[in-house]
């Protein structure tokens, strides 16, 4: 038997080192994402608005309701919540509830929950599958700080996404929405729960947690709209707190979901001149702009009005500018719910077989904006969900109105959103723009 000397054991060793970590090197480059995700920075993102407010009896906390999904937590078509039906194909069924609905061929229909787990992980894995960057968390000031039952279930939901993001390297940060909350009490209240997120929830500690400028982000959605609650001088007030990081608050980078008209103070904005500044205040203006155009030359109107001159505007007081996308818009049901019916109509803003988004899209890329808000990732009430529904009016509960994917003459799978959106984040990414719908994907 040969012996190795000293020397040869020490080239021998750096042989087996050297072909151990080219190993390494190739089995992280076989199963690595094709691009890294990092969690600093806003610029080049996609970022979908996750609702997450879903749910079904027996899903957390003894809740024996139909979050969002019912009214009067009554099972048959008449109250129905949602215009779109998700697709749960993928979905594993003991994480389903199912209901009293039928299809036409008598099959039952079972819905989700935010609270499980599971859902959410298979969620955050469709924004990593199709190259989403993260979600915007909604979270409820009115309801979280007057009902204790509701805090839980938002914790719980922003507790699921935490660990989602994690697992599928996506991004997210906290959007508080100011809708229907206490006028009196929601400048308070905004500050109290974001001192629980992140003292007691610690969600800023997650590595998954997105930054700008070395500060955890989040959003403010729904001050200066005129039927939203907050004064000009509380809200500025309010602004500065955040951002600077006073009276025990963790600093921010500060996204105002603001109305689509911040710049003239007219249309859906209060008028009240001192908005003018408190919107200027923000670290990033995001105009809403859902249902506010149903076509494409609605959508380059849109553009010319709105988004150029606020571009302009954001330039040139340094600050972001973080546009929204829709797919389409629909309530009836909610508003038949409600004694609107006069009000209501059916597939109210048509997809058009994803071409209105992809307008949109187009328009925004040419306009070389720098990040994008989609709306949303799991809306189904007002018919603006990306993720995946059902497309055929034969899957949908037997007597029920509803939107269908095929509506408007398609046939189409029903992650048909998931693949436009991911396909808009990738040249978005790497800032190129295709001439149309049919030169992205096919059906």
């Known amino acids: 038997m040969r012996l190795i000397g000293s020397a040869g054991m020490i080239r021998f060793k750096l042989r087996i080192t050297v072909l151990f970590a080219l190993v390494a090197f190739f089995v992280a480059a076989y199963t690595a994402p094709s691009w890294a995700m990092s969690a600093d920075g806003l610029k080049g993102r996609l970022i979908v608005g996750y609702q997450g407010w879903s749910g079904c009896p027996g899903d957390y906390e003894g809740n024996s309701q139909w979050p969002h999904y019912f009214f009067k937590n009554i099972q048959d078509v008449n109250h129905l919540a949602i215009d779109l039906l998700p697709s749960v194909r993928e979905f594993s069924r003991e994480d389903l509830c199912e209901t009293d609905l039928r299809r036409p061929d008598g099959s039952p229909i079972y819905l989700y929950s935010a609270q499980n787990i599971h859902v959410v992980e298979k969620h955050f894995k469709w924004m990593a599958k199709y190259g989403i960057d993260g979600a915007a968390l909604q979270r409820f000031i009115g309801l979280v700080s007057e009902r204790p039952e509701m805090r839980k279930r938002s914790d719980h939901m922003i507790a699921n996404a935490r660990l989602a993001a994690e697992e599928s390297n996506r991004v997210f940060f906290i959007t508080y929405d100011v809708s229907g909350a206490n006028p009196e009490t929601v400048v308070r209240d905004i500050e109290t729960d974001w001192k629980h997120l992140v ?219 998931l693949r436009i959106v991911g396909k808009a984040a990738e040249f978005f990414r790497y800032r190129k723009v295709p001439e149309s719908l049919d030169t992205v994907l096919k059906p």
């Open 199 to 417: 003292n007691d929830l610690k969600i800023t500690a997650s590595p998954s947690y997105l930054h700008e400028n070395g500060k955890p982000v989040i959003e403010i959605w729904g001050f200066g709209f005129r039927n939203r609650p907050g004064t000009p001088e509380e809200v500025t007030a309010l602004i500065h707190e955040l951002k600077g990081g006073f009276n025990g608050l963790e600093a921010v980078t500060l996204i105002g979901g603001v109305p689509t008209n911040w710049r003239t103070l007219s249309g859906d904005s209060k008028e009240d001149p001192h908005w003018a500044s408190t919107y200027r205040s923000y670290d990033i203006i995001s105009p809403w702009s859902v249902g506010r155009f149903g076509k494409d030359a609605g959508a380059d109107a849109f553009l010319c009005n709105h988004v150029l001159p606020d571009m302009a505007e954001t330039k040139r007081l340094g600050i972001g500018y973080m546009p929204v996308i829709f797919p389409g818009f629909s309530r009836y049901n909610q508003q038949t719910d409600h004694d609107q019916e006069e009000k209501a109509i059916l597939n109210q803003i048509p997809r058009r077989c994803g071409k209105f988004l992809w307008h949109q899209v187009y328009d925004l890329l040419n306009a070389d904006v720098n990040m994008i808000y989609g709306a949303m990732f799991d809306e189904v009430d007002e018919g603006t969900a990306l993720m995946p529904v059902e497309t055929r009016e034969d899957r949908l509960p037997k007597g029920a109105k509803m939107v269908y994917l095929d509506q408007d003459g398609c046939s189409l799978p029903d992650d048909w959103y």
